[in-house]
């Protein structure tokens, strides 16, 4: 049994997520950009993929915004600039990833606050991601506007004039070794996939904006321990807990030995314990003991 809709019969964020939920899994463009007066703008988008090899073109569309019909930092510098750097993202960065995706204002780096690092082009303005295993420096040859009204796409047709790739990953016939790349892509929800292991939830970033990895105290930040995933995890709270909150679960867990030790690793590694279960909250507790 069939249950059937016609689109306009359902609102737009209904339709929306059916699309996503049913149209899967979705590779990811992570979309490098400048403004006219180079301000850097870092940001993921899933309606993406490759359409031709000669010429090399790549497509993505950021759609204009469902809840008040404006539109992306990203589109207006593609229209501005005419030029965009698509990072690939796999497993290793995609907690950091997502939290590029917060909305911050204009002007805000989203590199700094993913924790990702810029590295200059060199053919074109936008950056790279240092991080990503394969970056695109493309030109956009095109943009055509699907409709005016919030969640019509803009197709970003954009002509790849160098690409750059993570030499491990390359075989001797120049192939990418699929295994290794571990790429990552989109599904509906939280959910994304993983090449050869399957779905995986990553929590969507705050309606309010997170701290970012760029307000991490600098010996976390720098740890031995956290990875990538794990800053991304971290960068995407509100707030830091408070002296009162962190001192009473302390208590509560039985963790005073992390209140009096100097040893960021051990408790680095505890609070990965807790990131690895999703309790974020949790693990800038035991962070914060002191």
Request: net charge negative; proline share 5%.
């Amino acid at each position: 049994m069939m249950k059937s809709f016609i689109p306009q019969d359902i609102t737009t964020p209904e339709l929306h997520g059916i699309l996503l939920g049913s149209i899967g899994p979705r590779p990811i463009a992570f979309a490098s950009t400048v403004n006219e007066t180079d301000e850097h703008n870092l940001s993921p988008y899933s309606f993406f993929n490759v359409f031709s090899a000669n010429p090399p073109i790549m497509v993505f569309s950021p759609a204009r915004r469902v809840r008040n019909n404006t539109t992306k930092h990203t589109l207006e510098n593609c229209q501005k600039t005419k030029e965009v750097v698509i990072n690939v993202v796999n497993y290793a960065i995609v907690q950091q990833m997502s939290l590029s995706s917060t909305e911050y204002p204009e002007g805000v780096n989203e590199f700094e606050k993913s924790g990702l690092t810029m590295l200059d082009s060199d053919l074109v303005k936008p950056a790279r991601v240092a991080e990503s295993p394969v970056q695109y420096e493309c030109k956009v040859n095109e943009i055509v506007a699907l409709g005016e009204e919030g969640g019509a796409g803009n197709l970003v047709i954009c002509e790849v004039l160098k690409v750059h790739i993570d030499e491990s990953l390359l075989t001797n016939d120049l192939k990418i070794d699929q295994h290794q790349i571990d790429l990552v892509a989109r599904m509906g929800g939280n959910w994304y996939s993983r090449a050869n292991k399957g779905m995986f939830e990553v929590e969507k970033p705050l309606k309010k904006l997170g701290i970012g990895v760029d307000q991490i105290p600098k010996n976390i930040r720098l740890s031995e321990i956290l990875t990538g995933n794990d800053l991304g995890k971290l960068g995407n709270v509100e707030a830091l807990p408070t002296q009162e909150e962190t001192k009473k679960f302390i208590e509560e867990k039985d963790l005073a030995v992390f209140a009096e030790t100097t040893d960021d690793k051990k408790r680095h590694l505890v609070a990965q314990e807790y990131l690895n279960e999703n309790q974020v909250i949790d693990a800038w507790k035991v962070l914060l003991a002191k």
